[in-house]
């Protein structure tokens, strides 16, 4: 079994857009993020991507259309140094009640299934609740980022009891915390 680390796509990599992100046009990385995940890859972790995108169950974007987005990130992460080992998607809108999508625990069930995981030595980075929540399902020790929705998400953890969580900046902040406990 190895460790992975789970990565959250908007707000995380790229930036939020209250309008989901429907185009690579509309796909706009965050500052610094290239730098980390070549870290995370010359340091051996599994990357791994898990998303919430109900723009396609809203009828907003098609499910290719967000399979090329993904695998055009892949492709700039991999141009700059980095590697993402895969991405997993969940499409349902929030009232589909789905067990997939975040903070419901099936992406990263799916993902330790396919990979062999040890999910209480994997870390979880996102930037809202449904993230952090997803991690403390598995056991997987969640680092919320203050970016994208991250500061809003870290009142309403705050509000709402949860611990069990770190906090970082950014992307960078957060790998180097990874690296540091993980060495």
């Known amino acids: 079994m190895r460790a992975a680390v789970f990565l959250d796509r908007d707000g995380v990599i790229n930036e939020n857009r209250a309008d989901y992100v429907k185009s690579w046009e509309e796909f706009v990385f965050l500052p610094h993020v290239f730098e980390p ?3 995370l890859a010359q340091n051996g972790l599994l990357t791994i991507v898990v998303t919430n995108q109900s723009a396609i169950n809203r009828g907003l974007v098609s499910p290719e259309t ?3 987005i993904h695998r055009q990130m892949c492709e700039a992460v991999s141009r700059n140094g980095g590697r993402i080992d895969a991405v997993l998607t969940c499409p349902h809108r929030p009232d589909e009640n789905c067990r997939c999508r975040k903070p419901e625990p099936g992406l990263l069930l799916q993902a330790a299934e396919r ?3 040890d999910l209480p030595q994997s870390y979880l980075i ?4 449904c993230d952090i929540g997803a991690g403390l399902a598995v056991g997987c020790r969640p680092i ?3 970016t994208g929705q991250g500061r809003k998400g870290l009142a309403r953890l705050k509000a ?3 611990d069990g969580y770190c906090v970082a900046t950014d992307l960078k902040e957060a790998v180097d915390l990874v690296l540091d406990n993980h060495r």
């Open 144 to 146: 919320l980022v203050l």
């Open 37 to 39: 995940l070549r870290q």
């Open 115 to 117: 990979f062999d995981l």
């Open 66 to 68: 967000v399979e090329t």
């Open 160 to 162: 709402h009891g949860y």
């Open 126 to 129: 996102g930037d809202a609740p």
